[in-house]
């Protein structure tokens, strides 16, 4: 694909990467919207250095939830052997999770790609020198300009703060990239992220759109890219990023992409694996466990980790239909975006034609419309 669509961090898509997985596989590499495999993705806490406006999972300094140890690692142990080949950790801000030295090494030791997503502000040469032998790529969070990034941090001197310690994860010879949330009013920032990421020696940005879930949700409400600004954004990283030389993400798809990527896009049957229908496993620091996206209808998420182990939880949700709702939920997206009808129109409607569109929180949508479906009321009735 053109680029990988992630729900809520960087995934493990640059070139050495893909080679390490491709020899530690034999060769077996997953096709699928989240690169080259299947994606655990765990929050193990809520607790953060700063309370972001964009934040999706509501973390801030005075928020101390977090995963309890034993219950996490069992569920990294568990997600191996279901078959998620990647641990990408975020947050809150990881670097504050105290075992997260040890849930790095875990997954390594079962073969998994590691990743974590932060905001580079805590990654003092004492923190970083516990984790760096234990990752394969770390994404930066920077959000524009420094006045746009201190804006959406809340912090004024959080931008500096960042990029001087890109210098110790550089050093330290751990690939880095940034990450950039877009929105509907920052598209013009992206020049100057591509440009920082040249500079500082980063191997990729990822753009990632804005999702209003969390914070956004009441703070930035009118932000969510649409249609229009994902195309800009699309095409903008493709002259950006081979003007400066980075690989540059972009977590979209124009229409014109989407009709060609139906495969990679809606899971086909049988579903032998849960890694066949939710390529990527969400885990809150409050022991939820859904997939794909927050956004996604709570009655498609998996359960609790207090009631149950990932396994259990996985298995229930394959058995009792959650898995094929939210296949369906795919199908349906899908056959929606292809479904443009110009017989009325001289010409095609331009906008539409020429649109582009954020997948998963196109699925998230949809599962929310269908939720007195059948299987998502049994579904719900085997989780309570």
């Known amino acids: ?30 096709e699928s919207p989240t690169g080259i495999a299947p994606v655990l993705q765990v929050h193990p806490t809520r607790r953060c250095n700063l309370a972001c406006a964009h934040c999706y999972t509501l973390s801030a300094p005075t928020v101390s939830e977090q995963l309890d140890w034993d219950m996490l690692s069992a569920c990294v142990q568990d997600a191996a052997l279901l078959g998620y080949r990647q641990l990408a950790v975020s947050g809150g801000e990881p670097l504050l999770y105290k075992r997260l030295p040890d849930l790095l090494k875990q997954a390594r030791a079962l073969g998994m790609l590691t990743s974590i997503t932060t905001n580079g502000m805590l990654a003092t040469p004492q923190r970083w020198s516990q984790i760096s032998d234990h990752l394969d790529v770390v994404a930066i969070s920077i959000d524009g300009t420094e006045a746009e990034h201190d804006l959406m941090r809340g912090q004024k001197g959080a931008f500096a703060k960042t990029l001087s310690h890109l210098a110790i994860i550089r ?29 500082q020696g980063a191997r990729s940005v990822q753009v990632h759109p804005l999702t209003l879930y969390g914070r956004a949700a009441a703070s930035l409400s009118d932000a969510r890219p649409d249609g229009l600004e994902l195309l800009v954004a699309i095409a903008e990283s ?29 899971p086909a049957y049988p579903l032998v694996n849960i890694t066949d229908a939710a390529p990527i496993l969400i885990v809150q620091a409050d022991g939820a466990v859904l997939p794909l996206t927050h956004d996604v209808d709570r009655q498609l998420w998996l359960g609790s980790l207090h009631k149950k182990n ?17 296949v369906q939920a795919c199908e349906q997206t899908w056959n929606e975006l292809n479904q443009h009808d110009y017989a009325d129109h001289a010409e095609p409607n331009t906008e539409i034609q020429h649109a582009a569109v954020y997948w998963y929180d196109e699925v998230a949508a949809r599962t929310r419309t269908r939720s007195n479906d059948k299987l998502f009321m049994l579904h719900e009735i085997q989780l309570a």
């Open 238 to 266: 493709k002259r950006i990023g081979q003007q400066l030389g980075v690989t540059v993400h972009v977590d979209a798809l124009s229409l014109q992409q989407l009709s060609a990527y139906h495969r990679h896009l809606v």
């Open 171 to 199: 050093a330290s010879g751990v690939p880095f990239g940034l990450i950039f949330t877009l929105t509907q009013h920052n598209v013009d920032s992206l020049e100057f992220v591509v440009q920082l990421a040249a500079q």
């Open 310 to 326: 990932l396994s259990g939880l996985a298995q229930d949700w394959m058995q009792y239909g959650g898995a094929d709702r939210l």
């Open 1 to 30: 694909m053109a680029a990988a669509l992630v729900a809520d961090g960087m995934t493990a898509t640059d070139t050495h990467l893909d080679a390490r997985f491709d020899a530690q596989s034999g060769g077996q590499l997953f």
